[in-house]
């Protein structure tokens, strides 16, 4: 009877965060195993490469969303902020759209070229990296500040990108198009090996420094005081984040709100905001968005609508809920 009570005390309490990552990590590796061997067909080297590819590529926006919104929330202290507000992704589309305007014999092929995933990548990063300059050098760390700038910056790029759509040729639009909306099955083979060597190698950095994260969330004041380089350091994460949002943006294409909702999610089921507990959890929830909401669509849906507009759909109500609740 008394092994039976300790039993049930034991059941009562809360699981301890690094159970949960465990629990989530199965969780996981199932639903990535019922992807790859799910309704295989004759052709299984084929179907087992392109699925692969699929999986890595999903893995990759995964961390880099999920990563990157976590880091960027606890910069600015605020949970309902995600970097797409720092017009990165308006950006992205604006490079797009001027591609296939002032070059008209673009093709399809170019649009997923190495060359050009390289050069849009550093045009982002480059663009964050005059942003935070200007962050530091002018309005001295005024993060409101800057956030405004960015939705402004982000308001102007997409006007500019609406303009030069309206003026394309019917065929050059709808080639354009195709890119603007986020997807998984089109990025070739190189892009997805250059972005898992480039992520990997911040993963690697990133984790490295998960304890400094939880300082720089105490905010500026107790940064500085526990002997941080707050400056610095913040820079370096912004650096990092920036990185991280134009590899996902320019491998798959625009994805709003994934980040908001698996951050905000981790912090939930993670029960802390140690960045040790939060990141693999934010991670592992967007892998299981990810695959298993392509696995609903593809194969419960009969591919009855995109991923990444579903993604789109539920993460703008949760951001709407968010917001709702901060008043």
């Known amino acids: 009877m008394l092994n039976i009570k300790r039993a049930l005390v034991v059941c009562s309490k809360p699981l301890s965060p690094t159970w949960r990552i465990s629990l989530l990590l199965l969780l996981t590796l199932m639903v990535m195993i019922l992807f790859m061997t799910i309704n295989l067909g004759p052709n299984l080297s084929y179907i087992l490469v392109r699925r692969s590819y699929i999986l890595l590529t999903m893995i990759i926006v995964a961390f880099a969303a999920s990563i990157s919104t976590v880091l960027f929330q606890s910069v600015t202290h605020n949970r309902i902020l995600t970097p797409s507000l720092m017009g990165f992704e308006a950006l992205f589309i604006l490079i797009q759209t001027m591609i296939v305007f002032f070059y008209h014999g673009t093709t399809s092929y170019w649009l997923f070229s190495l060359l050009k995933f390289i050069g849009e990548s550093c045009l982002l990063v480059i663009f964050s990296i005059l942003l935070y300059r200007w962050l530091f050098s002018s309005?001295?760390?005024?993060?409101?500040?800057?956030?405004?700038?960015?939705?402004?910056?982000?308001?102007?790029?997409?006007?500019?990108?609406?303009?030069?759509?309206?003026?394309?040729?019917?065929?050059?639009?709808?080639?354009?198009?195709?890119?603007?909306?986020?997807?998984?099955?089109?990025?070739?083979?190189?892009?997805?090996?250059?972005?898992?060597?480039?992520?990997?190698?911040?993963?690697?950095?990133?984790?490295?420094?998960?304890?400094?994260?939880?300082?720089?969330?105490?905010?500026?004041?107790?940064?500085?005081?526990?002997?941080?380089?707050?400056?610095?350091?913040?820079?370096?994460?912004?650096?990092?984040?920036?990185?991280?949002?134009?590899?996902?943006?320019?491998?798959?294409?625009?994805?709003?709100?994934?980040?908001?909702?698996?951050?905000?999610?981790?912090?939930?089921?993670?029960?802390?905001?140690?960045?040790?507990?939060?990141?693999?959890?934010?991670?592992?929830?967007?892998?299981?968005?990810?695959?298993?909401?392509?696995?609903?669509?593809?194969?419960?849906?009969?591919?009855?609508?995109?991923?990444?507009?579903?993604?789109?759909?539920?993460?703008?109500?949760?951001?709407?809920?968010?917001?709702?609740?901060?008043?």
Do not use: C
């Open 139 to 327: 309005v001295h760390f005024n993060l409101n500040l800057v956030l405004m700038i960015g939705i402004v910056l982000g308001t102007l790029f997409r006007s500019t990108a609406n303009l030069l759509q309206r003026l394309l040729d019917p065929n050059e639009f709808s080639v354009l198009q195709s890119r603007l909306f986020a997807t998984f099955t089109r990025a070739a083979p190189e892009l997805i090996w250059f972005s898992a060597v480039v992520v990997s190698i911040i993963g690697i950095l990133l984790w490295r420094k998960r304890y400094l994260f939880d300082v720089l969330a105490l905010g500026r004041n107790q940064a500085i005081n526990l002997g941080i380089d707050y400056r610095r350091s913040v820079t370096s994460t912004l650096l990092f984040v920036s990185i991280l949002v134009a590899i996902s943006t320019a491998l798959v294409g625009p994805l709003t709100f994934l980040g908001l909702m698996v951050a905000n999610l981790a912090y939930l089921l993670s029960g802390s905001y140690q960045h040790r507990y939060s990141l693999p959890v934010a991670f592992l929830l967007a892998v299981i968005a990810l695959i298993g909401g392509q696995l609903i669509l593809e194969y419960g849906l009969n591919m009855a609508g995109s991923l990444s507009v579903v993604l789109e759909f539920i993460g703008g109500i949760f951001f709407i809920y968010l917001v709702l609740k901060r008043f």
